[in-house]
């Protein structure tokens, strides 16, 4: 089984489709032995991103480093974790935090009205919800592959809710962009790019990757098919990619934030990922089909 599966991923990363593949984070269950590289935590050689770390602070220049953008009550830093939080910064000493300094206001009648358009539009008196997030320009050449992945962890995010009442709104961590061509040329493809948001906690440092080499093993020795695991391909016409990290909140009585560090945004090379990717894998494959087994028992 496990050198089945050992091939069997192998030649999907080797495959490397086209279109961009979501999987959702994957936790370890609590005392699972850890593979001696963990699929999340094979190295990316050829890290584009500026100040990966967020060690020098936010930036004027999108194409230097990350800059702020916030608004209503929010904050965006490159800051030290303060000595009380319980945690430290992933790597290095500083991370980036995005917080909702203040609860988003809403009148009353509009926490209650049935038009959500109308509930999302009165937040902060008319000002709209309240955002802390920051921004990079990223070089790219289509053709090429890409990885996303970060570190997180929050408070204060959950699942959207529509329904009127006390409870309503949106607060979650999202990652999204905008594919832009060369200087003087048009994009004639589609210019979005876009993660699924997230709307649960990470009480812990936990990895989001796109692809998510933990969460393709896992499919892979469940289902014994091939996963579907594909890389970032940008559109033929884009020259950069404007990625955006940001805590988006449009909710009463909650102060979201979250916490990121060690973001990669890589050029693949596949020939060294295979070298770093094979010997993780059967022990990634056992891992799951362990996980996979304790949850059939209970």
Request: hydrophobic share 45%; proline share 9%.
């Amino acid at each position: 089984m496990k050198t089945a599966l050992t091939a069997l991923l192998l030649a999907a990363v080797m495959a490397a489709p086209s279109a961009v593949a979501q999987f959702p984070a994957m936790r370890g269950a609590p005392g699972a032995a850890a593979p001696q590289i963990a699929p999340q935590d094979l190295p990316y050689t050829n890290n584009i991103a500026e100040n990966p770390g967020f060690e020098k602070g936010l930036a004027s220049d999108p194409e230097k480093g990350w800059v702020e953008r916030i608004k209503n009550n929010a904050e965006a830093k490159c800051a030290f974790v303060p000595p009380n939080a319980g945690f430290k910064a992933f790597e290095g000493k500083k991370a980036l935090h995005l917080k909702i300094k203040s609860p988003v206001k809403f009148q009353p009648k509009f926490l209650n009205d049935p038009n959500w358009g109308a509930f999302v539009a009165s937040a902060n008196n008319g000002k709209g919800a309240s955002l802390a997030g920051v921004s990079q320009k990223f070089p790219v050449v289509p053709g090429r592959l890409y990885a996303l992945r970060l570190r997180w962890r929050s408070d204060g995010l959950h699942k959207t809710n529509v329904d009127p009442g006390p409870d309503r709104g949106i607060s979650q961590f999202e990652i999204d962009g905008t594919w832009l061509p060369a200087k003087g040329k048009k994009m004639e493809t589609s210019g979005q790019f876009k993660a699924k948001p997230f709307t649960t906690d990470a009480s812990e440092w936990t990895t989001f990757a796109m692809p998510d080499l933990v969460a393709a093993a896992a499919q892979a020795a469940k289902t014994k098919k091939m996963p579907n695991v594909a890389f970032i391909r940008p559109p033929k016409d884009a020259a950069f990619l404007m990625l955006n990290l940001k805590l988006n909140c449009c909710a009463p009585n909650v102060k979201p934030e979250v916490w990121i560090d060690q973001f990669e945004l890589a050029e693949i090379d596949l020939d060294e990922l295979k070298a770093a990717l094979l010997p993780s894998l059967p022990a990634a494959a056992a891992q799951a089909a362990a996980a996979a087994g304790a949850a059939k028992a209970r």
